[in-house]
């Protein structure tokens, strides 16, 4: 594992920088930033407060994709997603949640999609402290492009066959969710 010294772009403070993860987590003004293109920018994140918290417990990151889903014209033979919320234009808005840390494909599809589609009540307000938080693996940038892949699965998976499909996906913010796990 390759460690890199960083400063904080917020308060200046020095900062240790795990060589796999793309996020970092200021010790000291608890911010985080994202580092692409040798840049850095801070972003927001929430922290899923545990039911139960160990020494065990890691935290999960998640991209939060705030988006504006369009579909211009389908056809299809079956129904619709319902996790939409239509606008009188047409427009949906959806939270489209792509994992983050280093998984297989098929955690991958299955993280996603049920955090997409399921009306999940989590408590925020957590905080990782000493907690391990896993490193993230998936850009910001490789989050908006995966939010497509994402969007057709779910559209693709439902009862029916999709013959056609033209849609327009508009990400109108990220952010990043840490979700505790206990290994």
Known sequence: MKVSAITCPKCGAPSKLNGTDLLFMCER?????DIEENTSRMIEYEVVRPDNEDDRTQYLPVWKL??????NSSQSDGFWSSIYRTDD???RELNIFIPAWDTDPTSF???????????WNYRMGGRIGRHK???AT???KQA??????????IEAEKPGTMQYLDYSLK?????????????
């Open 29 to 33: 003004c608890e911010t985080l930033h």
């Open 66 to 71: 705030k988006s504006e889903f369009t579909v």
């Open 89 to 91: 234009a047409g427009k």
């Open 109 to 119: 599809r299955s993280w996603a999609i049920n955090l997409t589609t399921k009306k």
């Open 133 to 135: 938080r896993v490193p």
């Open 138 to 140: 998936v850009s910001r």
């Open 144 to 153: 908006h492009e995966l939010a497509d892949f994402v969007v057709v699965t």
């Open 171 to 183: 990400i109108l913010d990220s952010s990043v969710v840490y979700i505790p796990q206990t290994i």
